[in-house]
């Protein structure tokens, strides 16, 4: 039997949120970066010294994978699941997505707890990736800067566009004075996650919050294609 309207609504809803869920959510900025700085010529040698693996670094590099690969595997459950209505598909996709909503609001919370410890983690992670691409020019890590320069206004770890050694991956200036001076951006971080800590945690709550409605949809899928199976066995047992 076909779905009605309902579950054809969350079926479809289902395949739009898992592509925008792994284009954007996880295999672009998470397990592509990550795998990047895994890998990479000029960042290899990082993970081969027993001494940096509790760095904030290895660690940031471990759970960018980590969250990519998780993210990968829901959406190609979720996908196969909801394209096929495999029920058992949807099964793992469900109990996948209860996980990750739980984890996104947890880690919301610890984020905004501990938002100082959290900044200064983040600061030397960023203090990494500048120190990589000063000394290696990897065009990833360059193009990685250059998105976060640009999003928070600042330009590399000086501020000093005429002595920056990152200053190509610095923002246009706005005015007269930021050709000569912008904002240094480890401070702007440290600065942003403490006073936007509640938006940085209404971020992960919100996001939680979208996969608990994809949980819905999901359940709302489960019910319709058990239902299905059911009244199919019905009418063979019927039939023969």
């Known amino acids: 039997m076909a779905l009605d309207g309902c579950g054809l609504f969350c079926k479809y809803t289902l395949f739009i949120f898992n592509a925008i869920f792994a284009v954007i959510g996880g295999l672009l900025p998470f397990l592509g970066l990550g795998l990047w700085l895994r890998l990479s010529d000029s960042t290899r040698g990082i993970f081969q010294i027993e001494d940096l693996n509790s760095s904030a670094f290895v660690i940031a590099v471990i759970v960018l994978i980590a ?17 096929n209505e495999k029920r058992c598909a949807l099964q793992v996709f469900s109990a996948l997505l209860t996980i990750l909503a739980m984890a996104e609001i947890a880690i ?4 905004y707890s501990s938002k100082e410890r959290v900044g200064l983690h983040i600061v030397e992670f960023y203090s990494s990736l500048y120190a990589l691409y000063i000394t290696g020019g990897d065009p990833v890590i ?6 976060i320069h640009n999003m928070l206004h600042c330009c590399g770890v000086t501020g000093i566009v005429v002595i920056e050694l990152a200053k190509n991956t610095c923002p246009k200036a706005d005015g007269f004075w930021e050709q000569l001076k912008q904002p ?6 440290a600065d942003v996650f403490n006073s936007k800590a509640a938006l940085v945690m209404g971020i992960f709550v919100g996001t939680g ?3 608990i409605t994809a949980l819905v949809c999901t359940t709302v899928l ?6 299905n199976q059911q009244e ?9």
């Open 222 to 227: 489960l019910k319709q294609t058990k239902r």
């Open 67 to 83: 969250l990519g690969s998780v993210m990968l595997i829901v959406v190609v459950f979720g996908d196969y699941g909801a394209c």
């Open 108 to 111: 919301g919370v610890v984020a």
């Open 184 to 189: 240094n951006c480890p401070l702007i971080i």
């Open 142 to 147: 360059g193009a990685t800067l250059t998105f």
């Open 232 to 240: 199919v066995t019905a009418y063979y047992t019927t039939v023969y």
């Open 209 to 211: 919050v979208l996969l």
